[in-house]
């Protein structure tokens, strides 16, 4: 076993639990450098069929003799990748630990990809994958060379992996990272490096496996709280993490985050706030859009219209153009045209029918303070308005954890179904169910529902504004119900 062996040196990848959307990214980076790819996952989805078309070899059987005969023929030069949902007693991962293969997390893989290149890794409870693939986006529509490995599908460009090799490179000038004059490729002071962008996990502490040039912090509510015990430690975790970005790189941080900071790193704070370096000032709804200016350090920069609805996307921007305009100084004409033409990222307020009668909305909220931030949003765009909830709570750890926080924010509803606990990676916590969860909520419009009934009670009270919310398999039910919409709203007309 050679875990400090460069990753494209292998002759082959296999993926344990290859359909997950972190994971994903990575077998689709592999099979564009032309590595051989192949992987288990438990059952068949949308991803793991675009990954087959796309040339990856994928078995939904976890028994050994499920591995493929190249694999096991050839261990020694085969780099073993794996997802921290699979159960300890997966057989394959058993067979593979007593051959001493090379089995490797994926924020390995992801911090060994990230050293070739100039990494910037966004970290947060909340916000990471609608910030950094923000960021992507904007990279794209400023003709800069970069690979990105996203924690959710790009509405704009429908993949979790993006890649741009026309462009231009990025040059990080001396060691300040303060420049990105593109035009000037000849800088003896230069160099040219090609930028990855990703999220910088904290579940597992991930992200204590990158090294990132830029770091952006969007949040640190309380999450996790099964790995990491305490509040406090949770906290502390994030203070590592800027300890671990390079000697005088740079830090976007959201301006309400008093954590202490190492000080040879650039910090700039962003938010709504005056007091914020990076402020979005007299933010205001226009047509539906959420427009704003920017400012940085009370001097107006320029105004933009964001793409996405909700204070808590205007607070997503800010971070990317605190990276992309404060540290990278791409073009603000182009930054402009880039925040607002952004879709965002599927399952992150997504709109899945939409018409003068209906709106629903698809989320991947699974937090308290998510929940809180999507409902205060759609109640800003759709004032005065009833708005039903489907939520399925994620992890048995977490509805414990934050159970009175997700009371409180579902009582802002004025309906709520409330699905099934979606168990993930554990097992079931004695008397943590679904219906303790009910009982907690003070709004009385509230009933337990599973994906039939749910569908059943959309047919007969047709709400205008449903919510879809969890991070789940409840995305099993949203084109079904998106389906129904179109029925329910043709009757309508």
């Known amino acids: 076993m050679n875990p400090a062996q460069n990753i494209r040196d292998y002759n082959q990848a296999y993926f344990l639990g290859i359909g997950g959307i972190g994971m994903s990214a990575i077998a689709r980076y592999f099979l564009q450098i032309g590595l051989p790819v192949m992987g288990y996952d438990k059952t068949p989805t949308p991803l793991t069929k675009a990954l087959e078309r796309e040339g990856a070899v994928i078995s939904y059987n976890d028994q050994l003799e499920a591995l493929p005969m190249s694999v096991i023929n050839d261990i020694e030069n085969t780099l073993f990748i794996l997802t921290p949902a699979i159960p300890k007693d997966h057989a394959q991962w058993i067979w593979l630990i007593d051959q001493k293969a090379t089995i490797l997390k ?78 000037n490729q000849s800088s003896s002071s230069s160099e040219a490096k090609e930028i990855i962008v990703l999220e910088a996990d904290e579940f597992d502490r991930s992200f204590h496996r990158l090294n990132p040039d830029l770091a952006v912090i969007t949040a640190i509510d309380p999450d996790h709280l099964d790995i990491y015990g305490t509040p406090e430690a949770f906290e502390q975790a994030f ?45 205001h709804i226009n047509q539906g859009d959420f427009c704003f200016t920017l400012t940085r350090d009370q001097r107006e920069i320029a105004p933009f219209r964001c793409g996405l609805p909700g204070h808590h996307n205007v607070q997503n921007a800010m971070a990317a153009l605190g990276i992309c305009q404060g540290f990278l100084k791409l073009p603000i004409e182009l930054l402009q045209t880039g925040i607002a033409n952004y879709k965002g990222a599927k399952r992150r307020f997504e709109y899945v029918h939409k018409s003068e009668n209906f709106v629903v909305i698809d989320d991947y909220a699974h937090h308290p303070e998510e929940l809180n931030a999507i409902i205060g949003s759609v109640r800003t ?95 099993q039910i949203v084109q079904p119900i998106a389906n129904l919409y179109l029925k329910i709203d043709a009757l309508t007309e």
Not at 255 to 262: A, Q, V
Not at 433 to 453: C, F, G
């Open 239 to 283: 203070i590592e993490f800027t300890h671990l970005i390079q000697p005088n790189g740079g830090l976007m941080i959201q301006e309400n985050l008093k954590i202490e900071i190492t000080p040879n790193v650039k910090t700039h704070t962003y938010g709504l706030d005056i007091s914020a370096n990076y402020q979005a000032h007299n933010v």
């Open 381 to 475: 765009l759709y004032p005065n308005q009833m708005i039903t909830g489907i939520f399925q709570p994620h992890l048995f750890s977490r509805t414990q954890d934050f159970a009175q926080g997700f009371a409180n924010s579902l009582s802002n509803l004025d309906h709520i179904w409330l699905m099934d606990i979606y168990p993930a990676r554990e097992k079931p916590i004695p008397g943590i169910t679904s219906e303790w969860l009910l009982n907690m909520i003070s709004n009385p419009n509230k009933t337990l529902v599973n994906p039939l009934t749910a569908l059943q009670k959309i047919e007969s009270a047709k709400p205008k504004i449903l919510l879809i919310l969890g991070a789940g398999d409840i995305d």
């Open 106 to 183: 994926r924020s390995e893989v992801l911090g060994q990809i990230a050293r070739g290149g100039y990494c910037i890794a966004v970290a947060g409870t909340h916000g990471k994958t609608t910030t950094s693939t923000l960021i992507a986006h904007l990279l794209y529509e400023c003709n800069i060379n970069f690979t990105a490995f996203l924690g959710g599908i790009s509405a704009n460009y429908n993949t979790n992996y993006l890649r741009k090799t026309d462009g231009v490179n990025y040059q990080a000038r001396g060691s300040n990272h303060q420049s990105g004059d593109t035009n």
